[in-house]
């Protein structure tokens, strides 16, 4: 008897041999209860880039590169029970989701560390033992250790303090600050939408800080509520909707010496926006990236600290808007700076100027994208950036010279590489998955070469589910431009036999959702093994493909967006597996208004919609978002109107569910509020359903519902009547 059939009579006998070969549907509750860590870490680089911290699993673990070794540090639980408990009863406040304040800050030594547990701040040494720098019951907001390492800066009651960790006397540096005179603290939509999560900042030599003061007084009160305590709370949120005040914002330095503030002549305090400020390395100067309020020309500003004057380095000015982000990174040995932009050639390059202004040369070029500068090697002279060069559907780790030339390509695999490199680019992690592999984390060094591996892929998903494949197909719009998509067939499918299909779409500017990495377990799959084919594209107007690929919604939201989407489906029913007359669409927030809009404006196609937390008028979303797309209401006012689908509920054909938190701090209730009182009115049946966090998403147990809702939904106008018998969860 030959050995292999020596095997198959084994597994033909044995029936634990078939189990391993059965794999698990995905459902809602395997999708529920799995947890979003994909066991990565986060490195907090020490000055010198030879170590990082990283938190995990309760602990900060120390990491030494040069021998790959970690040990654990400490457990910040230890220092929050020496913390002074802090009164948790007050209001509750509308700070953004993109507030950011460093957990962990190394001092110059590259040994001690300065983090914040329970409220108060700590000095954690080499060996683990803590000294408590405060001692109060309340929290010393954005704390900021001094780059000689000798003071905090921090804020309290919108005012900012100086603490001296050696006598741990503490210094108050502002004292107007109110509840509508913000010192050095952000306002509610400058971190949403310009991504700037911090409002002040040390000069390189420690002498100075300069921070960002926003009075915020004019800025449209939104009054949220909270209905479920025995009396309702006003709880009102400062967001400025479109066409309405912004804060007025000023840029001051404090000469710490003397506590003196001086204040920059920023110009037009309530009609520009002060995007980034800079030190320069030397600290002579103050770099700020300063945007009119459409979002149309860009100048790159010097202030000098001392007299408050300015000079304008670089303009850039657009006949749409400009896409604004971390962009500026001045050398710390040459009077000069690297900047991106798509001033040129509508894709982002990077570019070496003096710091007078000249431009020396251009580093890169092509019809791709840098994504971002990752690190800069000025004894090498070169630096270390991300890129979509190789596929838009991928980001890869580069490196070039100063004076541009070959690029050197430091990732090999294809996929997606996200990369968190030290100051000089000599040590990096990458984080890498595609469409087949699971997310893995490796130490790399400055020629991408393997030194250890951090994480391994996780397999056992994939080994414990049936994860159906999905493909990436491209389709074709009718000038040639290609659109990316991604499609999961159903479980059990079978050619010849016409399918329901859900389309998963988010459609708005900056984003792109197509990208060649793992997705694992999602609620595509559970779709797909309810027997739907899910189906998901980027269309004209989202990100990742240069900025002429987004310019189509350009002062007219919607409908670029939705004959794209419309011509995806019409792609997919030609392929013959797909029931035209049964047709899905579902989307949050951006994706919650196109849902709406495909169902309004493209009936013939989308029959059945769920719709999360959208936005139907754009005169209800934020300022700084909204007129960098479609201007101000008072000169585009058609446009919004058509836009709008509350304007156009009276066009509604098929079955919608709207879903949304009452206390949505981002795409406010009054989106929801207003599109039933028009669908009311113009005589139309829809389905909503409430939740109550404060928040932009639903979490915690609230999910559960959603999602069941969601399924539910289409299980009941989308499934023939044979298949609508599939549970919801095991």
Not at 414 to 431: K, Q, R, T
Request: glycine share 8%; aromatic share 10%.
């Amino acid at each position: 008897m030959s050995t292999h059939l020596s095997l198959l009579l084994v597994c033909t006998l044995t029936p634990l041999c078939a189990q391993t070969t059965v794999k698990k549907p995905v459902t809602l509750a395997d999708v529920l209860k799995q947890t979003y860590s994909r066991g990565t870490v986060t490195p907090v680089w020490s000055p010198d880039g030879q170590r990082f911290a990283y938190q995990k699993q309760g602990s900060v673990y120390l990491y030494e590169a040069g021998h790959q070794t970690s040990k654990e540090w400490f457990q910040p639980a230890k220092l929050e029970a020496d913390a002074v408990k802090v009164d948790e009863s007050k209001a509750f406040g509308w700070q953004n989701r993109r507030v950011s304040s460093d957990s962990i800050q190394w001092f110059p030594d590259d040994q001690d560390i300065l983090t914040e547990a329970g409220g108060d701040l700590f000095l954690v040494r080499p060996n683990g033992k803590h000294e408590q720098l405060t001692k109060t019951d309340f929290v010393e907001e954005d704390p900021k250790l001094s780059p000689n390492g000798q003071q905090i800066l921090f804020r309290t009651k919108s005012n900012l303090f100086l603490l001296d960790i050696s006598s741990h006397q503490t210094r108050q540096l502002t004292s107007d600050g109110t509840a509508t005179l913000l010192n050095g603290q952000l306002d509610w939509v400058y971190p949403e939408e310009l991504e700037i999560g911090t409002a002040s900042w040390w000069s390189p030599d420690s002498k100075e800080v300069a921070f960002l003061q926003f009075d915020v007084s004019n800025e449209f009160i939104y009054p949220q509520t909270d209905l479920l305590g025995e009396r309702a709370l006003a709880e009102p949120e400062r967001y400025p909707q479109s066409g309405t005040p912004n804060a007025r914002v000023k840029l001051g330095v404090i000469t710490i010496a003397t506590g003196q503030i001086k204040w920059m002549d920023v110009g037009d305090t309530a009609n520009t926006l002060l995007a980034r400020v800079i030190w320069l390395p030397d600290s002579s100067q103050l770099a700020v990236e300063r945007l009119n309020r459409v979002q149309s020309q860009l100048d790159l500003l010097f202030f000098n600290p001392t007299t408050g004057a300015a000079r304008t380095i670089l303009h850039e000015e657009s006949k749409t808007w400009i896409n604004f982000t971390d962009n500026l990174f001045f050398l710390k040995h040459h009077a000069e700076f690297l900047w991106t932009s798509e001033h040129e050639t509508g894709f982002r390059h990077i570019y070496r100027y003096s710091n007078s202004g000249e431009l020396l040369n251009k580093l890169t070029s092509g019809d791709w994208e840098v994504k971002k500068i990752e690190a800069i090697d000025e004894a090498q002279q070169r630096v270390l950036y991300a890129s979509s060069e190789s596929n838009p559907l991928e980001s890869q780790f580069y490196s070039v010279s100063f004076k541009g030339g070959p690029r050197t390509r430091l990732t090999s695999e294809a996929g997606m590489h996200n990369v968190e490199a030290n100051g000089d680019g000599s040590y990096f992690l990458d984080a890498y998955s595609n469409s087949t592999t699971p997310t893995s984390q490796s130490l790399k060094n400055a020629g991408g070469e393997l030194l250890a591996v951090l994480h391994e892929p996780d397999r056992k998903i994939a080994d414990e589910f049936d994860l159906l494949p999905s493909e990436i197909l491209t389709v074709a719009a009718e000038d040639g431009t290609l659109l990316y998509g991604r499609l999961i067939k159903p479980a059990g499918f079978q050619p010849g036999v016409k399918y329901p299909l859900i389309v998963q779409v988010y459609g708005g500017p900056g984003v792109q959702i197509i990208h060649n990495d793992w997705q694992g377990l999602n609620t595509a799959q559970v779709m797909a093994h309810n027997g739907y084919v899910v189906w998901e594209m980027d269309n004209r107007g989202s990100s990742g493909r240069g900025h002429k690929f987004e310019e189509p919604i350009f002062r007219e939201m919607g409908t670029r967006e939705v004959q794209d989407q419309k011509l995806g489906v019409e792609y997919l029913i030609k392929q013959g597996f797909v029931d035209p007359a049964r047709v899905g669409i579902t989307g949050w927030s951006y994706g919650g208004y196109m849902t709406i809009h495909c169902l309004l404006f493209a009936p013939d196609v989308f029959k059945v919609g769920v719709s999360g937390a959208p936005v139907t008028d754009w005169h209800n979303y934020d300022t700084i978002y909204t007129e960098r797309y479609m201007d101000l209401p008072s000169d585009n006012l058609e446009r919004y109107n058509r836009s709008s689908n509350i304007h156009n509920a009276d066009k509604l054909q098929g079955h919608l569910l709207i879903l949304h938190n009452f206390e949505d701090d981002n795409v406010l209730f009054q989106n929801t509020m207003q599109m039933a009182a028009a669908f009311e009115k113009a005589g139309k049946v829809f389905f909503m359903q409430i939740y109550p966090q404060k928040t932009h998403g639903v979490s915690g147990p609230y999910r559960k519902t959603l999602m069941e809702a969601e399924l539910s939904f289409f299980n009941q106008y989308l499934t023939p009547t044979e298949l609508r018998t599939r549970s919801v969860s095991p």
